[in-house]
């Protein structure tokens, strides 16, 4: 059964979400020339657009890692029924050899947790670093908006969001 829609589609849509909050912000525009953190709501606007932009990040990465899973589970999945399939043609008869010859299916908990492959890892480790790191990224956001100034903040942390969205591809570089 193919269920590699799914994830798919929540990472499409995830990734759609991140582009529209990243437009939005674009022609919203970060301001220039105010010095010193903000001295209204408003002023905090393009650090609400960056927070937003890493909360989608985050279900990007999380919608990575179960799509990763779901379609090496799959793929897995097809090599088991052609293994299968090529021994019942060797010996019909023997339904006994089968199970003998150590066929086993491949399951989604083995996958997600003990899989060797570099993919399902890289999904693992980014959604899992990002999920570490997010939260003082935020606290740091927030103070050097509030301490220092909105602009420096909103610009060093689209820099940040720029540099975390390239972290399953360095990953898997050996």
């Known amino acids: 059964m193919k269920l590699s829609y ?14 529209t ?3 939005v912000a674009y022609q919203y525009g970060i301001p220039t020339g105010g010095e010193g953190p903000g001295q209204s709501a408003e002023d905090y606007i393009p650090v609400f657009f960056v927070t937003v932009a890493t909360i989608l990040l985050l279900y990007i990465f999380l919608f990575q890692q179960g799509g990763t ?50 993919s399902v890892l890289a999904a693992d480790r980014c959604a899992g670093n990002f999920q570490e ?23 060093t ?6 540099f975390r969205s390239y972290y399953a591809v360095v990953f898997k570089k050996p």
């Open 157 to 162: 942390g689209w820099i940040w969001i720029i």
């Open 21 to 23: 909050v990243v437009v």
């Open 69 to 118: 899973a779901v379609l090496e589970h799959e793929r897995l999945w097809g090599e088991y029924l052609e293994m299968k399939q090529a021994r019942e043609k060797s010996s019909p008869n023997n339904k006994t050899s089968l199970l003998n010859n150590n066929l086993q299916k491949p399951s989604m908990v083995e996958i997600k947790y003990w899989s060797k492959n570099l």
């Open 6 to 19: 799914l994830p798919s589609a929540a990472f499409y849509s995830a990734v759609a979400s991140f582009l």
């Open 133 to 155: 790191q997010m939260i003082p990224f935020l606290i740091t956001l927030y103070s050097y908006a509030v301490f220092v100034g909105v602009e420096g903040a909103a610009k």
